[in-house]
């Protein structure tokens, strides 16, 4: 039996995450943590807060007292930390944020756990501190170069990767130098529910679904490896239960996919559910399939991302040897599912995108 702290937990895999701890882990209390910005959607967690296993703290990870409280007061031995600012245009655009939250927010829950945990020892189980991590701290490969192993060396590229990798270095630090029991996960490209519409595979569904044009990025043949978000959960699951302490695994979905590939399917996809569901041509009569038209009529070609890694891969052999990790789900099954959810919670998407649900957390959540 564990008591978590979920930092990011109203994020889009910090979400899926809650819901699939809860579920897979019966005797497990769950305290999830978010500050709410632009990416938090407390409506992510409506599944899990009638649950009595269950509490929501509105709190910023860069308030340490606040960290202190919570891992001494809810007698936390795991905590798993997803918060971040993830999105690398934006990192591209503002880059000071991603280094108060990636970096020094990191390094405030470090301090946090080594005092209650060590130096107080305020709790009396094992303990672990979980950070998920990405695969873009090891930089771009090229077409024919091998995937990413945890021996990999780090180049990060963009200032997001890079404040990940500093807050990688910083939790593998704590380790070595106080003793902090930690394993970090690398992972690939997510997708799946809950997602922010700013990222590849939301973003052009709605766009298709609005007849708003999609943007491709350069020559639209940057690879990604894709990996369906609760395989990630797994994943992650896999490394707090048998990884070993101070290590590091690499998680992804041998599921490489060119850009422009991935879009064309998306299309293609959509427009056949057109065909044979005449009711979403009444729910979205600006998608070109409501017309008789076609989806990748929308694709534009725009200017490239400055700096745009050219592939990413993962060698994710480390996690099943010792992990016995294996992704379930493939991509056009995950793809699928993908669809049904954005296609279902068109009320979730509509209230992110046109402002609404944040004059609500406003209203709701006075800062504090
Ligand atoms: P997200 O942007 O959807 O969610 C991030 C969450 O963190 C949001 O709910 C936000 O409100 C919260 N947050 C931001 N700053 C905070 C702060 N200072 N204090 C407390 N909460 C704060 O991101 P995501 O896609 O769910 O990614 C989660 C984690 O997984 C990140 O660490 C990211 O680097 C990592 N990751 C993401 C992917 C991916 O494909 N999305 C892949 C590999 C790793
Ligand atoms: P993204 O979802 O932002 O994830 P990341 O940059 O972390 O991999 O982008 C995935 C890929 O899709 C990346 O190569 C950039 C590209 N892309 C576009 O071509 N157009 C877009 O509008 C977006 C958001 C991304």
């Not at 599912?337 to 009320?347: G, I, S, V």
């Amino acid at each position: 039996m564990a008591n978590l702290l979920i930092t990011g937990a109203a994020g889009f895999i910090g979400a899926n995450f809650v819901h699939y701890w809860l579920a897979r882990h019966p005797a497990d209390r769950v305290v999830a943590l978010d500050a709410l910005t632009y990416a938090g959607n407390i409506n992510n967690l409506d599944g899990a807060m009638a649950n009595e296993r269950f509490r929501f703290v509105h709190g910023d990870i860069r308030d340490g007292e606040l960290m202190e409280q919570l891992l001494a007061d809810a007698d936390i031995d795991l905590l798993v930390h997803f918060a971040a600012e993830s999105h690398v245009d934006r990192s591209i655009h503002g880059p000071e944020a991603f280094i108060d939250t990636n970096v020094v927010g990191t390094h405030v829950l470090l301090q946090a756990a080594r005092k209650v945990w060590l130096e107080e020892k305020r709790i009396d189980r094992p303990v672990l501190f979980h950070h998920v991590s990405t695969d873009e701290v090891y930089g771009s490969l090229a077409s024919d170069d091998p995937p990413f192993t945890e021996q990999t060396p780090y180049a990060p590229n963009s200032p997001y990767s890079a404040s990940k990798a500093a807050s990688d270095h910083l939790v593998r630090a704590y380790h070595h130098t106080y003793g902090l029991p930690v394993t970090t996960s690398n992972c690939s490209n997510n997708y799946g529910p809950y997602q922010f519409p700013e990222k590849l595979i939301p973003l052009m569904l709605l766009n298709m679904l609005e007849g708003r044009s999609l943007p491709i990025y350069g020559d639209g043949r940057n690879i990604r490896d894709w990996l369906y978000v609760e395989d990630h959960c797994v994943g992650i699951d896999g490394v707090i239960t048998h990884g070993r302490r101070g290590e590091t695994y690499n998680i992804g979905g041998n599921n490489e996919w060119a850009n422009i590939d991935i879009v064309q399917l998306i299309c293609r996809l959509l427009d056949q559910r057109f065909g044979r569901d005449p009711s979403l041509a009444e729910r979205f009569p600006a998608a070109p399939a409501a017309g008789g038209g076609r989806s990748e009529e929308l694709i534009t070609y725009v200017t490239d991302r400055p700096g745009h890694d050219r592939r990413y891969a993962i060698d994710a052999t480390r996690a099943r040897n010792e992990l016995g990790y294996q992704p379930a789900e493939s991509f056009e099954t995950g793809i699928e599912k993908t669809l049904d959810w954005y296609l279902t919670h068109e009320a979730w998407w509509r209230a992110v995108m046109d402002g609404s649900y944040r004059e609500w957390v406003e209203r709701h959540y006075a800062q504090g």
